[in-house]
């Protein structure tokens, strides 16, 4: 049996094309229901902006670093968990905190903004923490991981579908809208359609692998809820603010961090598995969570 890290899961170029460009439209989908009143919401109340920055974009990766240091998973576990803590949050978050009956607009308000500093912060906390651990820095010298390519790839992934659907929204807002309620779950249903093709080809890799990355998945992912929730019952938010950055936190991007992963380590073991068990994982603890707050409101 081949070890973790030398395992790669196949994932052709066309794929990995068709997989850039659905991710480009669930983005440019997402923008599509963000306006800039949106990001004057956050200005106007910084103190939820930097909180959510905070916990996003500061501890949760620094939180992973000092939990891999303490488990020592396989590096490219180590690499995978890392991508997914360097991801924004998923646009998903925004229907989990909805559903919770958090502080709707702060979720979308949040994304958005994390959307727009990730093209700086995913790349640099990923390199920063990858390089300062000694097995993974190993294999970010072997692949010659270019920051700026890595730049370059989220802005086009994130960046450029953002400013044009949000660009679109503001020149014509009732298109906008009919456009996102097709656009927004075709695009990700196409994008999951993808991901379980390229999996289902691999399916010996996942089957040999996947107890591997359990347990850490499930871990990793409950640390980043409860991070979120501790955070902002820190700095005394409202529950309806804590349990959206609560969701907000443990919901990432792991479909960009797929892509990336995908693009520059060739779907390098560990991290793939890892990211896609991530994805999967992240849907059942928020929409369970999000039920269970959205149960405790109506009881009250």
């Known amino acids: 049996m081949q070890e973790l890290d030398q395992v790669k899961i196949n994932f052709d170029t066309n794929g990995l094309w068709v997989l850039n460009i659905a991710l480009a439209v669930v983005m440019f989908g997402v923008a599509l229901g963000i306006k800039v009143d949106d990001f004057k919401l956050l200005l106007k109340t910084p103190k939820l902006l930097l909180v959510g920055i905070l916990s996003q974009f500061i501890l949760l990766p620094l939180l992973t670093f000092v939990l ?37 607009a702060l ?43 890595l730049i370059k790839i989220v802005v086009l992934i994130l960046g450029i579908p953002l400013v044009l659907g949000m660009f679109f929204r503001y020149k014509n807002p009732q ?22 093709i390229a999996f289902s080809n691999n399916i010996e890799v996942f089957n040999n692998y996947i107890q591997h990355v359990l347990l850490i998945g499930i871990f990793h992912n409950a640390l980043a809820i409860i991070l979120g929730l501790m955070v902002a019952k820190l700095f005394r938010l409202s529950f309806t603010n804590q349990k959206t950055l609560a969701i907000e936190t443990g919901i990432q991007n792991s479909g960009l961090g797929l892509l990336l992963i995908f693009t520059f380590f060739n779907g390098l073991g560990g991290m793939a598995i890892l990211a896609a068990f991530w994805g999967i994982w992240h849907i059942i603890s928020g929409l369970t969570l999000a039920f269970y707050w959205s149960y405790k409101s109506s009881k009250k």
């Open 68 to 104: 891999i240091i303490g488990i020592k998973p396989e590096p490219s576990i180590a690499l995978g968990m890392m991508m997914v803590a360097a991801c924004p949050g998923g646009n998903i978050s925004n229907f989990m905190s909805h559903l919770a009956k958090g502080n709707t």
């Open 107 to 149: 979720s979308v308000s949040l994304t958005a903004f994390a959307t727009f500093i990730a093209i700086v912060m995913t790349p640099f906390n990923f390199q920063f923490y990858g390089s300062l651990y000694e097995p993974t820095s190993q294999i970010l010298k072997e692949v010659e991981l270019n920051p700026f390519e």
């Open 175 to 196: 298109m906008a809208t009919k456009l996102s309620k097709v656009l927004k779950p075709f695009s990700i249903i196409v994008f999951a359609l993808i991901v379980v």
